[in-house]
């Protein structure tokens, strides 16, 4: 940083500002620019590709220094916050007109990533949310706010693993923290990019604090709300009476998904893309309101576990589903629904403008056409959720009334408030049109008197209001009343006393009046803030209606059933069920419909099967009816009796993980100990090839191990997909395990897949034919199979007869352990195979040399 001495009192300002926002970009208002000085505007320019410039300062180095006009401002701060920065922005807080030394400066905000609020539409049903942790002896208390709605949660964890999986899930960008951080700690938090930022100093006082901490019990999570609401307090430096009651929250109140568990099964976005595209929200999002997105997505990452609450969801998209007319009366009132969560956001935030006001008077208009369509449904969950509705039509009066319906965007220059709604206004308004008419007498008088027929009346900005006479007419004018003002090409510009006169007093009218329209807006938005509590809760039902029309579209337009739940047992019973990402993308009437029946004797299904015949699409096909039953959705089935599931766990995909920065069989073995450890027979758990990411006898082993730990410990509903097919053995010991496998059959050497799951364990693997389908050359799949041959041929590709395998998973007979320098069969297996390849390896060696002589 430069030497403070060397520079203008200005630039001294500067940086005795900067110096309290060391780790923010500080935009510092100059005027119509905002400047970036020193480091900042050497960094700025190059991220928001602005020029360079320098401005020079009494010692000999000029301050680097880069302007963004005032104007566009919100653009180039998004982009900074977006790519993770924090921007401080210094306004003038004085009129540099009337200041006597530097203009007083101070920072009116500190956007950060977590307190964005983004415009941009397409993020409309993202959320943002600021996570704020605390520790203390018993674990962690967190709590996160999306400050563009108020929404608060807050809640209390044990582990840090379990901060980070919300941290995960919210897909929170900041983290307010004051505590030390362990390595792995800081190590996690940099690889999922999020910032961690300084609790700010807490005002314990303010209304704000007390308002939504106030049923927070639980002294940690009441610790996190007060941090929380403390650092977006000192960030935005105003009341912000749009933040709600927290409400407390516990991770086992839903069906737990762990992030892993959500990317895995897609829910929100594509695993390939990242994108919405192909994901279960995908299928079941037809909101038409950007609440009811939102909303959608909070219900697929928490689904219920209460049968009361499941059915109650139920009933409305049965509801809906049943009455199209008023499922369709519905959807149409809500297409004129504005966000009306954000809207009084931005009310209670003070940068609302007349437009959106009008927006939020638009969205409750269509209240009554929803309350009417629901009471005429003659439904009674319709009726009864009608009556639960504040229609709220006071503040709809109050802005209709105040407002002309189009208004400009800045609300300081008029034309915003209707006639009779202020006297005083009203006044103005006269004085301003009784001046104007005076002119155009004026004009006319004018003309008569001087015999100039195009002499006119004008206004500019600068000179006010004149008369205007061209040039050949110049020498009528009497120049004993006009004065020359202005001379142009083609004509002169003059003034008269009486003139100036009026035009005094039309300007002051007009200043007076657009002050006033300015205040009268304030008042306005001022009053709407009483209604702050009702328009969230109503933003609220609203956005429920959303999401049970689009389940109710989503049904009718797939054919879905409604799931019978039941918490009293864990039977499953699914008739023809569907994938319901899967079968969307292929084409109308391709996808094989596929039962599953689990029972009190069945807890595990292993299934068996060629490569691309269908293994994990059933399993998927599974968690996915059974995460859609509980969040109130109907299935993709033709009939399903469900039980509430407590969680779900998966190890689906080799996918590496990224964020943890783990290798692909380290996240298979700890995704699988999650499941192990925590799984209860409550919980349903998905395990596609577990042990395949190392040796194929290391990974057998451990995958058998694992079949018998869930099987014997466990208990959960598992479904197991593997291509050890030495495993189907265990359905001989294992009572609660099933063998099923995915049909398929060989025509003409050709592989045909039926995706029908059968009872049994597979013939075949039909690895070779899959590659073949891949195109691999020729030349490998002919000696692939030469070797497969010959493998089968000794027994190396199975382990030997079932007794033998089962034995596998028991101890050895001390007698037979092999002795310490006795070769271990498995290992001499390996070895044989190793000899087969490095022979093939030098017959295709010794080919290709042949072909090179020739
Ligand atoms: N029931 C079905 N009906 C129609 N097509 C299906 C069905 N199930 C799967 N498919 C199709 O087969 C493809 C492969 O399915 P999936 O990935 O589930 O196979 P897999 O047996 O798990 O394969 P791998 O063992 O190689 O992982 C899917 O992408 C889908 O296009």
């Known amino acids: 940083m430069a030497n403070a001495k060397s520079s203008t009192p200005m630039m001294e300002q500067y940086y005795e500002i900067k110096e309290q926002y060391p780790d923010a970009f500080l935009f510092y208002r100059v005027g119509d620019f905002y400047e970036l000085f020193e480091d900042d505007a050497v960094k700025g320019a190059q991220l928001l590709e602005l020029t360079l410039t320098h401005r020079s300062n009494k010692s000999k180095n000029p301050i680097p220094m880069a302007g963004v006009p005032h104007q566009a401002v919100d653009t180039y701060v998004n982009t900074l916050v977006d790519k993770g920065y924090k921007v401080a922005l210094c306004e003038q807080l004085e009129d540099p007109a009337t200041a006597k030394t530097t203009v007083k400066r101070g920072v009116i905000q500190l956007v950060t990533p977590g307190t964005m609020m983004n415009e941009n539409p397409n993020a409309a049903s993202d959320a943002n949310y600021l996570t704020s942790v605390v520790k203390d002896k018993q674990g962690f208390g967190l709590a996160y706010s999306d400050l563009s709605t108020g929404e608060v949660y807050a809640t209390h964890l044990k582990q840090f693993s379990a901060v980070e999986n919300e941290l995960l899930s919210l897909r929170t960008r900041e983290m307010v923290y004051g505590g030390d951080l362990t390595d792995s700690e800081r190590d996690f938090l940099n690889k999922a990019n999020i910032i961690v930022s300084q609790p700010a100093e807490v005002d314990e006082a303010r209304a704000e604090i007390s308002y939504v901490t106030q049923n927070l019990t639980r002294k940690s999570e009441k610790a996190a709300a007060v941090q929380l609401v403390g650092y977006l307090l000192a960030t935005q430096k105003r009341s912000l009476a749009h933040l709600q009651i927290a409400r407390s929250y516990e991770v086992n109140q839903y069906l737990q998904l762990s992030h892993t568990v959500q990317s895995n099964l897609e829910l929100e976005s594509s695993a390939k893309t990242g994108k919405k595209l192909g994901s279960l929200f995908w299928v079941l999002d037809k909101t038409h309101t950007a609440m009811g997105g939102r909303l959608l997505k909070q219900w697929i990452s928490r689904p219920l576990l209460s049968l009361n609450e499941i059915n109650a969801r139920q009933e409305m998209v049965q509801a809906f589903l049943d009455s199209y007319f008023v499922r369709e009366n519905v959807i149409d009132a809500l297409k004129g629904v504005y966000d009306l969560e954000r809207l009084t956001g931005r009310i209670a935030f003070g940068n609302v403008n007349a437009r959106e006001m009008l927006q939020l008077s638009k969205s409750l208009s269509a209240v009554p056409v929803i309350l009417q369509a629901l009471t005429d449904s003659g439904v009674d969950v319709l009726t009864d959720y009608a009556k639960q509705v504040d229609p709220l039509t006071e503040a709809c009066q109050k802005i209709t009334h105040t407002l002309v319906p189009d208004p400009p965007i800045l609300t300081t220059e008029g034309g915003l408030i209707q006639e009779g709604v202020d006297d005083q206004l009203d006044r103005y308004r006269e004085a301003m049109n009784n001046g104007k008419q005076w002119m155009a007498q004026m004009e006319a008088e004018e003309r008569q008197k001087t015999g100039i027929d195009n002499l006119k009346v004008g206004y500019n900005k600068v000179f006010g209001y004149y008369l205007q006479v061209t040039n050949g007419n110049k020498d009528k004018v009497p120049l004993d009343r006009y004065q020359r003002k202005q001379t142009l090409t083609n004509a002169e510009r003059y003034i008269t006393p009486e003139l100036k006169e009026h035009e005094n007093l039309i300007l002051e009218a007009q200043t007076r009046s657009t002050t006033l329209e300015h205040q009268i807006f304030i008042d306005l938005r001022d009053d709407i803030k009483q209604y702050i509590p009702a328009l969230q809760k109503l933003g609220n039902q609203l956005a429920a209606l959303d999401v049970y029309c689009s389940l109710a579209s989503v049904s009718e337009e797939n054919n879905y059933c409604r799931p019978q739940m039941h918490d009293d047992n864990q039977d499953i019973l699914i008739k023809a069920g569907r994938h319901p990402v899967v079968e969307k993308v292929l084409s109308a009437g391709s996808y094989i419909p596929n039962d599953v029946e689990m029972h009190e004797d069945t807890d595990i299904f292993l299934i068996t099967g060629p490569n691309m015949s269908g293994k994990s699409t059933y399993m998927r096909q599974l968690a996915l009816i059974a995460i859609m039953a509980q969040i109130g959705s109907f299935v993709p089935a033709d009939s399903a009796e469900l039980p509430i599931f407590d969680q779900v766990f998966t190890r689906i995909g080799a996918a590496d993980d990224l964020i943890s920065g ?193």
Not at 714 to 728: C, D, R, S
Not at 755 to 761: A, N, Q
Not at 807 to 827: G, K, M, S
């Open 662 to 854: 783990q290798s692909t069989f380290m996240v298979e073995m700890s995704e699988a100990n999650d499941a192990l450890q925590h799984a209860t027979k409550r919980s349903l758990v998905l395990f596609d090839e577990i042990g395949r990411g190392t040796a194929t006898y290391d990974g057998m082993a451990l995958a058998g191990a694992i079949v018998k730990y869930l099987h014997d410990k466990v208990g959960a509903k598992t479904l197991f997909a593997t291509h050890y097919h030495e495993l189907t053995d265990l359905e001989e010991t294992l009572p609660k395990l099933h063998n099923i496998h995915v049909g398929a059959s060989e025509q003409d050497g050709k592989l045909i897949f039926l995706h029908k799951i059968l009872p049994g364990p597979a013939d075949q693997s039909y690895g070779i034919h899959v590659a073949q389908l891949a195109g691999l050359p020729s030349r490998v799949l002919r000696d692939a199979r030469k070797m497969l041959k010959r493998l089968e041929a000794q027994g190396a590709s199975s382990l030997g007869p079932a007794s033998q395998q089962l034995d596998l998973f028991a101890e050895p007979p001390a007698q037979e352990a092999p002795a310490a320098n006795e070769p271990d069969p498995l290992t001499e297996k390996g070895l044989d195979i190793l000899d087969q390849i490095s022979d093939l390896v030098g017959q295709w060696q010794q080919e290709l040399k042949d072909q090179d002589d020739e």
